[in-house]
């Protein structure tokens, strides 16, 4: 299994260290040539408006569209949940457009107010997930078909709808794996 | 849910999503918007680019608060801004005002010649200049949870920049190659804390991230540094002293992407304009080399 991760900028190595650690290889993404052949997609953290102007400048955007509506899954992280969502709230970035849900940037505020806490998701078990937020957003609002998976203090900060999952924090930067064996799983079914 | 603000992975993690990216010196909201839409991952709000500083002589100091705050509206991307080193009050001023990261640069003139700011008592994060892996050292000791090199800031010249990266890549490398018993020694030898002497054996890198700074000015400049093993670039003087910052800016954000491909690295060096002047490093004289400020 080969699984992509965006290497335009941000943390993609610490997303191949887990994936590798997970069992499957990985392959950095910078030109549309090198999504030949992937089995999933992971978009990491990094600075989404960066990371949006980077996509369309070395023409990925619409491969990388093209491919998930076919069905690739597709996993984000923080700036990478911002490029999957269709609406982004007050702004006019371009992003990927993947998932029915609205997002808020910068949502809990500026680095100062960055910080980690436990979440409850029910989908990897009882255990509770440490969740590093770092000028994290979330999803403000969330269409029928998108799966709401966790919540921070009623916001909603993880989400499924179909072969796409997004995350507000960041699942790179902890020891826990458990997340991204998730999305590994989504992809064997 | 137990809740935690300003956690050693929250401020180390903001330096992970700058990676592969470059952060660019401003002065004024417009060019903020430039770097912006370049596509730079971060901006450093200054009064004056290093460049200027080094002309105008005299003490350079924090910026004006109403300056940085500015260009914090003016942009989404993450915002830096210099406190001189040993200044922990204006260190205490940045953070009120909401910066995402603190620069404890020797581009200012520095406040204390024997102290640095005791970083763990902040919230917000600090990035610190360093020329070989002791410094880094003693900095993220001090706490800074991001180090950069001091390279020459203000010569469009990338021959400091390249004489530290060399120095703190050896010197890893050395770690590595040492049996266990003898790391101690090369703490003291180093001036380094012993802990984290024994984290960068184990590691085979800085444990946080390192960017290289000083005196890159072409998008060759930036990919030479990502191939001697940075994480990522600040560039200071180089975009805005330069003919044609829009494109500059642009070229030097693409190369940090594409460093390791030289046909993609031709392309972007192309039609640019002309980059600043530089300046030759021994026609500057000792006491006017800012990577001497500091320990």
């Known amino acids: 299994m080969i699984i992509g991760v965006l290497a335009l900028q941000g943390a993609f190595l610490e997303h191949e260290k887990a994936l590798r650690v997970c069992g499957v290889n990985t392959r950095q993404i910078r030109l549309p040539e090198q999504l030949n052949g992937l089995d999933g997609l992971v978009i990491p953290g990094g600075e989404s408006t960066t990371m949006g102007k980077l996509l369309t400048a070395y023409e990925l955007l619409e491969p990388i569209k093209q491919l998930a509506e076919q069905g690739l899954p597709v996993f984000g992280t923080c700036a990478g949940l911002i490029m999957m969502a269709k609406d982004i709230v007050k702004s006019n970035q371009l992003s990927l457009g993947l998932m029915d849900i609205a997002v808020e940037r910068n949502a809990f505020g500026r680095q100062v107010d960055s910080f980690e806490a436990d979440l409850a998701i029910p989908a990897l078990g009882d255990k509770p997930y440490r969740a590093v937020f770092i000028r994290a957003p979330y999803i403000a609002s969330a269409g029928s078909g998108v799966e709401v998976m966790a919540k921070y203090e009623e916001k909603i900060v993880l989400a499924r709808q179909k072969n796409f999952l997004a995350a507000a924090f960041h699942p790179e930067l902890t020891a826990d794996l458990r997340l991204h064996q998730y999305f590994l799983n989504m992809i064997k079914k | ?295």
């Not at chain 2, 520095?110 to 200049?129: L, Q, S, T």
Request: aromatic share 4%; glycine share 10%.
């Open chain 2, 1 to 295: 849910m137990l809740t935690e603000k300003g956690t050693w992975t929250v401020k180390k993690g903001l330096a992970e999503m700058l990676k592969g990216g470059v952060i660019m010196d401003v002065t004024t909201p417009e060019q903020a918007k430039i770097a912006e839409e370049a596509g730079a991952c971060a901006v450093m709000a200054l009064e004056r680019v290093p460049a200027d500083i080094r002309a105008a002589g005299g003490v350079a100091r924090m910026a004006d608060p109403t300056v940085i705050q500015r260009i914090m509206d003016a942009v989404t991307i993450p915002v830096m801004a210099k406190a001189r080193i040993g200044h922990f009050v204006e260190a205490q001023i940045l953070e009120s005002l909401g910066v995402d990261y603190i620069d404890e640069s020797e581009v200012l003139t520095p406040a204390d010649e024997e102290f640095h700011i005791d970083k763990h008592e902040f919230k917000v994060p600090f990035v610190c200049g360093a020329r070989n892996l002791g410094e880094a050292l003693r900095r993220i000791g001090e706490g800074a949870a991001m180090i950069r090199t001091k390279g020459e800031p203000g010569t469009g010249n990338v021959v400091e920049a390249v004489r530290h990266m060399r120095k703190v890549m050896g010197e890893i490398r050395y770690l590595q190659n040492l049996p266990k018993e003898e790391l101690m020694t090369a703490a003291k030898e180093m001036g380094a804390p012993y802990d984290l002497v024994v984290k960068v054996a184990e590691l085979g890198r800085l444990p946080v991230v390192n960017f290289a700074a000083g005196g890159i000015a072409t998008p060759a400049d930036a990919a030479l540094m990502m191939q001697l093993g940075c994480d990522g670039i600040f560039v200071g003087s180089g975009i805005f002293k330069s003919k044609d910052p829009v494109a500059r800016a642009k070229a030097i954000v693409a190369a940090t992407t594409h460093y390791n491909d030289p046909k993609i690295l031709a392309e972007i060096s192309r039609d640019i304009g002309e980059a600043m002047p530089g300046i030759e490093i021994q026609t500057i004289a000792p006491e006017q080399r800012m990577q001497d400020r500091g320990w």
